[in-house]
């Protein structure tokens, strides 16, 4: 995929560590920069080690970021499924994050009012928008099928290209999701995937080395504007790239 960087790391430990000194440089430029860092948490199980080295590492400017959330399941804030949970339980619910610069998306909602609710959200978070919001850096996640987000392969939510979040309906589990659409996060000025583990390296490989429609492999879409786009990723992850991958 051009325009983006590929760094393959030993271990899932080592992602996480990478990602958490990334993070951490990234939040301190935009915080001394601009006075905030806005951050978009992926879901899923990878960025729970992520989080937590985020906890335990230097510091970051915890009053100054603002923490969204990328997508959510359909469900409340404490159901198992939830990504607000377990961001809650590896980050977010630590005692120095302000629990007022947590936005989560309302699963519990049905899904396209729970996506109405966060657009405004997201619009008072950066207001006079004229286009999308840029986030300062966006985390995302690789589905085995190649989803990221919430954006699943030819689900309705691939073609939104107004709205900031849209609810989208997942044939696969039968069931609807919440998530940021390609122009929010195509707009960020910085996306990091963290890819780890051998159940990853087909859809690794058709995001990086195939030409696969995007509605195919759905993560193929993320191509920010002017940001930049990292995928950091475990050998585990990147056995299967052709040669010259790191
Ligand atoms: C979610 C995520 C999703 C995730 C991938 C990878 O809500 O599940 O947003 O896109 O990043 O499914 O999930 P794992 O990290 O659990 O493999």
Redesign the pocket.
């Known amino acids: 995929m051009s325009g983006s960087t590929l760094r393959v790391l030993e271990s899932q430990d080592a992602v996480a560590r990478t990602a958490a000194q990334w993070v951490h440089d990234r939040a301190w430029v935009a915080a001394n920069a601009r006075g905030r860092f806005t951050l978009a948490l992926?879901?899923?199980?990878?960025?729970r080690a992520l989080y937590r080295e985020m906890t335990a590492g230097p510091r970051l400017p915890w009053d100054r970021t603002v923490f969204c959330f990328?997508?959510e399941?359909n469900v409340g804030p404490d159901d198992p499924e939830s990504?607000a949970r377990m961001a809650r339980e590896a980050l977010t619910g630590q005692p120095f994050v302000n629990p007022s610069s947590v936005h989560r998306i309302r699963g519990e909602l049905p899904a396209a009012e729970a996506a109405a609710e966060y657009e405004q959200t997201l619009r008072t978070l950066f207001p006079g928008t004229a286009s999308f919001p840029a986030f300062d850096l966006v985390l995302?996640?690789?589905?085995p099928d190649g989803?990221?987000?919430?954006l699943f392969p030819h689900s309705p939510a691939l073609n939104e290209h107004a709205r900031w979040v849209a609810g989208n309906w997942v044939e696969k589990f039968r069931t609807h999701r919440i998530t940021l659409t390609y122009p929010v996060l195509n707009a960020a000025s910085e996306v990091l995937f963290l890819v780890t583990g051998e159940d990853k390296g087909w859809a690794l490989r058709q995001v990086l080395q195939g030409n696969a429609p995007v509605g195919d492999i759905p993560a193929r879409g993320i191509a920010p504007a002017s940001g930049r786009l990292t995928f950091l990723v475990d050998r585990a992850a990147a056995a299967g790239l052709g040669s010259g991958s790191g």
């Open positions: 992926s879901g899923g199980t990878t960025p990328g997508d399941r990504n995302l996640g690789l589905g989803h990221t987000a919430s």
